[in-house]
Each structure stands twice: as C-alpha cells, then as structure tokens.
Nanobody
Framework: QVRLVESGGGLVQAGGSLRLSCAAS????????MGWFRQAPGKEREFVAG????????DYADSVKGRFTNSRDNAKNTEYLQMNSLKPEDTGVYYC??????????????????WGQGTQVTVSS
C-alpha cells in the first residue's frame, strides 16, 4: 500500500511558475512508475507527465512539453512537477499516481494503482 500526498498548488498569474510535490509513504517508492494527471471542471482526467522508476525516462503531454519537468528523488520518496510558463488552460486539480504494473512510463490511467487527493492549480490571465 502506498499513500500519496500532493502539495505546492495555488494561484499564479499566466507566465508564472509552480512546483508540485508528491510525497509517498512506504519503502517501495523506488519500484513504482509515477505520473501526474490533471482534471479541469467538466473535463475528464488527463495525463500530464510520467517518469520511470529510476527517473531516467520521462514522458509529457504535448500541451506541457517544454514547460513542465517531471522528476523524482527516491531517497526522499518524493516526485516533483516543475511547471513554468503557466497558462490559464493549465488550471485544474493535479493528481500524482503510482503504478506497480507499468513498464517504463505510462499515460494510461487504468495502469495506476494509487492516487493522491489532488492539489488545485489556478492560473489567472
């Protein structure tokens, strides 16, 4: 069992930056594929970024590529999402997720076994 807790969300102006953190409980964090997803009001949850167990491989949605950076520190059981050049369309609840089954990185929500409670990100224009 893994418990995930996100932090770092907030209100920021367009063009600004935020850094989200996802703290994981347990001693097996380094074996999980991790991901970030977001959900805007009235929309489905969508993939944002993913990272493999070691941090050597990452994947990004086209909408955030070049602006967001996904990283992890296995010694601290923490995953990060650095978000730069934020846009109003980045607004939503951001969730981190952990997968025991995925290989490499994964964009598939159904492959993720554990989810955090989410943190709100609001980008004003």
């Amino acid at each position: 069992q893994v418990r995930l807790v996100e932090s770092g969300g907030g209100l920021v102006q367009a063009g600004g930056s935020l850094r989200l953190s996802c703290a994981a409980s347990g001693r097996t964090f380094s074996t999980y594929v991790m991901g970030w997803f977001r959900q805007a009001p009235g929309k489905e949850r969508e993939f944002v970024a993913g990272i493999n167990w070691s941090g050597s491989s990452t994947d990004y949605a086209d909408s955030v590529k070049g602006r967001f950076t996904n990283s992890r520190d296995n010694a601290k059981n923490t995953e990060y999402l650095q978000m730069n050049s934020l846009k109003p369309e980045d607004t939503g609840v951001y969730y981190c997720a952990a997968s025991r089954r995925a290989r490499g990185t994964s964009r598939n929500l159904r492959e993720y076994d554990y989810w955090g409670q989410g943190t709100q990100v609001t980008v004003s224009s």
